[in-house]
């Protein structure tokens, strides 16, 4: 399975951007598929997954209310929304892929150790 982002860019704060995980070699329709992030300086952090299945999504708390992760099977494409922007969204984001499952009673798998197949990352500058 390839994984390949794109939407980044550099972005105002307060404006919106909607970045996109293209798959091949695989089906999306049997996966569970995470979006991770890095700042600069800092580890790589895992903030939503959605379970391919329709079987719902979750988040951290931290981009509650701001990120919005969603699939399109006919592309092949997992993507994530983010709005309004801030400027600690800066970093460079990755999608990811895993088998089932995303969650575990309260544990959500999102360790970057969890997932086996990752995409090369779009860079999002916020300022």
Not at 47 to 72: L, M
């Amino acid at each position: 399975v390839q994984l390949v982002e794109s939407g980044g860019g550099s972005v105002q704060p307060g404006r919106s951007l909607t970045l996109s995980c293209v798959v091949s070699g695989g089906t999306i329709s049997r996966a569970c598929m995470g979006w991770f992030r890095q700042a600069p300086g800092k580890e790589r952090e895992g903030f939503a997954w959605i379970d391919t299945r329709g079987r719902g999504s979750r988040y951290v708390d931290s981009v509650k209310g701001r990120f919005t992760i969603f699939q399109d099977n006919g592309k092949n494409t997992v993507s994530l929304q983010i709005s309004p922007l801030k400027s600690e969204d800066t970093g460079m984001y990755y999608c990811a892929a895993r088998r089932w499952p995303c969650v575990v009673g309260d544990r959500n798998f999102l360790t970057p150790d969890e997932y086996n197949s990752w995409g090369q990352g779009t860079q999002v500058t916020v300022s």
